[in-house]
T-cell receptor
Framework: AQTVTQSQPEMSVQEAETVTLSCTYD???????LFWYKQPPSRQMILVIR??????QNATENRFSVNFQKAAKSFSLKISDSQLGDAAMYFCAIMEYGNKLVFGAGTILRVKS | ETGVTQTPRHLVMGMTNKKSLKCEQH?????MYWYKQSAKKPLELMFVYNFKEQTENNSVPSRFSPECPNSSHLFLHLHTLQPEDSALYLC????????????FGPGTRLTVL
């Protein structure tokens, strides 16, 4: 069975600084997708970034990038130039074939001005 | 309205009540999901519907009864709930094809007294 572990319950970052959120996962499949979702205090969860496991190149979306280490089953999220609007709960998730997402427990990110 | 909407946003009910949660998606998707989000726990997938057919029931107690009359609407009927069922219930939708992004609604905050 798939599992996702986020070992950092909370993280803090100063505005304009860079922060990295950790995620490890376990799967027996070779094909899968990994996702980072953001849940702001208003609670509507939105996709931040996703990575196809067969792609070696790390995904990037503006200030958000991932460090995908397939052999180590690690999928960290780096947020550069942090902004107040980045404050949220961040969830790492894995999807094997099909459309079922398995989520980690989440990391609360606080951004200090 | 756009995206995924959920009503009501907040619900307080007694253990003997019967209530229903409603989810509607305006994205043309053909898969819909119910998740339970409890404090300090990962999101738990409850049910999956693909093309109006239930394809996943993640060992959910029978006091939760889903209904999907068409690809745009999803209901969660609640009866004789327990206090431990208090949580945020999230609805999501996606294309039924594999590996697609899921779009989430804002959730219903349920409190069972």
């Amino acid at each position: 069975a798939q599992t996702v572990t986020q070992s950092q319950p909370e993280m803090s970052v100063q505005e304009a600084e860079t922060v990295t959120l950790s995620c490890t996962y376990d799967t027996s499949e070779s094909d899968y997708y990994l996702f980072w979702y953001k849940q702001p205090p208003s609670r509507q969860m939105i996709l931040v970034i996703r990575q196809e496991a067969y792609k070696q190149q790390n995904a990037t979306e503006n200030r958000f990038s991932v460090n995908f280490q397939k052999a180590a089953k690690s999928f960290s999220l780096k947020i550069s130039d942090s902004q107040l609007g980045d404050a949220a709960m961040y969830f790492c998730a894995i999807m094997e074939y099909g459309n079922k997402l398995v989520f980690g427990a989440g990391t609360i990110l606080r951004v200090k001005s | 309205e756009t995206g995924v909407t959920q009503t009501p946003r907040h619900l307080v009910m007694g253990m003997t009540n019967k209530k229903s949660l409603k989810c509607e998606q305006h994205l043309g998707h053909n898969a819909m999901y119910w998740y339970k989000q409890s404090a300090k726990k990962p999101l738990e997938l409850m049910f999956v519907y693909n093309f109006k057919e239930q394809t996943e029931n993640n060992s959910v107690p029978s006091r939760f009864s889903p209904e999907c009359p068409n690809s745009s609407h999803l209901f969660l009927h609640l009866h004789t709930l327990q206090p431990e069922d208090s949580a945020l219930y999230l609805c999501a939708s996606s294309s039924a094809a594999s590996y697609n992004e899921q779009f989430f609604g804002p959730g219903t905050r349920l409190t069972v007294l």
